[in-house]
C-alpha cells in the first residue's frame, strides 16, 4: 500500500470565535481545528483530541484573541497605490478629469508594484480574498493584468482580477480622454483571453476572473451588452461601478433617458453573477430590481465620503436580500487602503442616515467584511465563514494589548477599536501574517519599489 501524506493539522484554541455563521454563532472561549487547509472542526472549549495517526499537529494557543473569517475585499484599483493624496478636494468627476492624464502613462513595472503594495497592504490588514478592477491599458504598457496577477500570487491570497475596459473616450460624449480608451472590439478580446489564460473555477481557487467595463460614463452600450454576455458564455462574473453621485445619475437621464439601474437593466447587467461598486443613489424601486436580481454590491463607505458622493443605503439593500460586500476602493480615493477602515466607517456612516441606530451593528459590520463579500464574489460556499468544510482562510487578531483589552464585547473591539494586530493569518490554512508581519514579502522593499514606481509615473505625467 502506498504511503498516505501526513495531513497537515493545526489547532488553535483559548480564543473568542466569530463564526458568522447562518446564526452567527459567536463562542467566547473555543477552537478551531484545521487539516489540510480546510476547516475540519470549529466550537466552544478546548479542541477535541485527536485521531490516532492524525500526524504532527501545530497548536496554538490563542489566549486573548478573536478568529474571524479571513476578510473579503470587493472593489479596488491596485494601481492607484502609485497617485495617492491628488484631488483630495474633489468630486468624482472633477476628481477623475484630474488623474485620467496621469493614470493613461501607467506601465507594467508601475501596475505590479502598485499591486504588490496594495494587496500587501490589505494582507496585512486580515484581507485574504481581494479583487481587482483595472481599466486602464494604454497602448503598448506592457501585460498589465499578468503583473497584477503575478503580485496576487507572490503575496499568496485569493485574487479576483477582473479585466476592466474603457472605450467611450471625449469625442463620444464619454468622460476619459480619447487616448485614455480601447476599442471596443480590443477590450472584449483582452477579456475573452484573460478569462481563457487565467480563470481558475476550482474548489479553494486562488484566482478568479471577471469581465468589468468600468461605468456607464466611459464605456459603450455595445461594450456593456457584449460583455455581459461574453462573460455569460465563459461563465465569469461581472463587475463595474453604478449609481455613485448625482451627477453620474444626471448623465444617464441625459443621454440613455433614464436612471443607471434601468440602463443596467436594459444592457443585461443585473443578476446574481453581477457585482456593482457603490449603489449610493438608489430608488426604492433600484432596491427592489437588486434584490429580485440578486445583483450585489461592493459598499465603499471611505471612497463615497472622500468624494462627496453620498451614503448608500445598506440597512435597506440588506433588509431587501441584496448581497453587499465592503470594499477599499482605489487608494486614489481611500489613501488607507485596508479593510478595517471601511468596516468601522460601514457602520459609522450608516448611523448618519435616517435609520439612526438602528442602522448596521457590529455584526452586521463584520458580516459585510466576510460573508457578504464572499458572496458579492460568489465564492461563499467556500469561505467567508468559519464551519467545517470550509477553506481555513482564518485571521487571529490580538485584543489583550492597549487599543483594545478594555472593550467587553471582542467583535465590538475589532470595529469599533483602532485596527487590531494581527497574530496569525491564514489563507488555505497556510500562514501569510505572523506576529503582524507579512511572511510572504518583505514590507520594505514593496514600499520603497512602489515609491520608485510613482517617481516615474510622476515623471511621465504630463
Ligand atoms: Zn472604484
Known sequence: MADQPTPRRLVIENCAVATVDAGNTRHERGHLVISDGVIE??????????????????????????????????????????????????????????????????????VGAAARASLAMMARGGVTTASDHHYIF??????????????????????????????????????????????????????????????????????????????????????????????????????????????????????????????????????????????????????????????????CPSSNARLAAGIARVPDLLRAGVPVGLGVDGTASNEAGELHTELRNALLVSRLGPHREKALGVDDALRLATMGGARVLGRDREIGSLEPGKLADVVLWRLDGLGHSTIVDPVAALVLGPPAPISLALVGGEPVVEDGRLLTVDEEAVAREARTQARRLADAAP
Open 138 to 299: 494604454p497602448r503598448g504598457s506592457g501585460d498589465l493584468l499578468g503583473a497584477t496577477i503575478a503580485a496576487g500570487r507572490e503575496v499568496g491570497i485569493r485574487l479576483t482580477a477582473t479585466r476592466g475596459s474603457m472605450d467611450r473616450g471625449e469625442s463620444d460624449g464619454g468622460l476619459p480622454p480619447d487616448f485614455a480608451v480601447e476599442s471596443t472590439e480590443e477590450a472584449l478580446r483582452a477579456t475573452e483571453e484573460a478569462v481563457d489564460t487565467h480563470h481558475d473555477p476550482s474548489f479553494g481557487s486562488m484566482l478568479h476572473i471577471a469581465a468589468a467595463p468600468c461605468s456607464p460614463f466611459s464605456v459603450s452600450t455595445d461594450l456593456m451588452r457584449e460583455a455581459a454576455a461574453l462573460a455569460r458564455r465563459k461563465g465569469v462574473r461581472l463587475h463595474t461601478h453604478g449609481s455613485e453621485t448625482v451627477e453620474e445619475e444626471k448623465y444617464c437621464h441625459e443621454l440613455f433617458g433614464m436612471g443607471p439601474t434601468e440602463y443596467f437593466e436594459t444592457t443585461g447587467w443585473l443578476g446574481e453573477d453581477v457585482w456593482m461598486a457603490h449603489c449610493v443613489h438608489m430608488t426604492d424601486a433600484d432596491v427592489a430590481a437588486f434584490a429580485r436580481t440578486g445583483t450585489g454590491v461592493a459598499h
Open 41 to 110: 472542526a470549529v466550537g466552544a472549549g478546548p479542541a477535541p483530541a485527536p485521531a490516532r495517526g492524525t500526524g504532527e499537529v501545530r497548536r496554538v494557543d490563542a489566549e486573548g484573541h478573536l478568529a474571524t473569517p479571513g476578510l473579503v475585499n470587493t472593489h479596488h484599483h491596485f494601481y492607484q497605490w502609485l497617485t495617492r493624496g491628488m484631488a483630495t478636494d474633489h468630486n468624482l468627476f472633477d476628481w477623475l478629469v484630474a488623474l485620467y492624464p496621469v493614470w493613461a502613462r501607467i506601465d507594467e513595472p508601475m
